[in-house]
């Protein structure tokens, strides 16, 4: 699928580009051309200790922004296929500095899809959240926002061969500023901060996400968004799988957060896709129909008025399943 292609990462010395990076590499010995683009040189350096190019003659460290479309022009000169994965994801920070989160966001997005247009890329899939169904903070919404630019995109291609989709799922076990990290690295306090005990997430591992881009990357008709079936967890399951001792002292939730989480709204349903795997929800304006997606993919139309919230998941982890899938999956770090 990627062998003599070219492809460039946007946010690429994150968590998820590094986990796609290394996947790429390993399964795709004869890719042209894999670019790492971001705006951190430090990060960069220490991706290339990890990833030298004296040994993987593909990679590229390319410094830019999202927010400069004429570095993403020069950025994507012979570049196929695109994973935009660069985003500023904290919801205080996006609370307290909104119009950052927005220029990064929202008018990054659409500097990378005006850029594709001109740079004749074939693919392109965006990396979004379960934030973005139903917003209530503003990060949910600049990616709600960044969704529709990219659905859309697809209807203004005109001529050119290239299809947009949107990649939607949960919590990233052991991704940076997540909570498992900020409980592993509390532990040993003896006091874990619980904001609600009824609090749930959904739960997806790294590898999970890097999966389903590349599936997204060969299947996506354009302009669909993907929703993986991952499980759910309940925070206090999370705390007690980390630190079976410690006190869960309840703070309160903070501006910004939900109780549960939502990535297919019963607003969606009528739109939405079973396929297995994953749902799609499909665009209003497309090229093609709900019928013919599904004979595409095998799936099939979810019933009117279905949902896909964290608190409603059949599917939950307990204390035991997290334990293992965090020993697994937060690297370097194992639970006493």
Known sequence: MLNNKSVLVTGGTGSFGKAFVRTVLQRYPDIKRLVI??????????????????????????????????????????????????????????????????????????????????????????????????????????????????????????ARDIRFSVVRYGNVMGSRGSVIPFFMA?????????????????????????????WSVENALGGEVLVPKIPSYRIGDVATAIAPEAEQKVIGIRPGEKIHEEMITASDSFNTVDMGDYYAILPVSA?????????????????????????????????????????????GQTID
């Open 37 to 158: 683009y971001s705006r951190d040189e430090l990060k960069q350096f220490e991706m290339a200790q990890v990833f030298p190019r004296s040994e993987y003659p593909a990679l590229r460290y390319f410094l830019g922004d999202v927010r400069d479309e004429a570095r993403l022009k020069r950025a994507l000169e012979g570049i196929d296929v695109v994973v935009h994965a660069a985003a500023l994801k904290q919801v205080p920070a996006a609370e307290y500095n909104p119009f950052e989160c927005i220029k990064t966001n929202v008018l990054g997005a659409q500097n990378l899809i005006e850029a594709c247009f001109d740079a004749n890329v074939e693919r392109v899939v965006a990396l979004s959240t379960d934030k973005a169904a139903a917003p209530i903070n503003l990060y949910g919404a600049t990616k709600l926002c960044s969704d529709k630019l990219f659905v859309a995109a697809n209807n203004v291609k005109g």
């Open 186 to 214: 509390k532990k040993d306090e003896g006091v874990l901060p619980i904001t609600d005990p009824r609090m749930t997430r959904f739960n997806i591992s790294l590898q999970e996400g890097v999966e389903m881009v590349l």
């Open 287 to 331: 090229e093609y129909t709900i019928e013919d997606y599904c004979r595409e993919h095998g799936g099939k139309p979810v019933e009117p008025g279905f949902a896909y919230s964290s608190g409603s998941n059949p599917d939950f982890l307990t204390v035991e399943q997290l334990r293992t899938l965090i020993e697994e999956h937060v690297v």
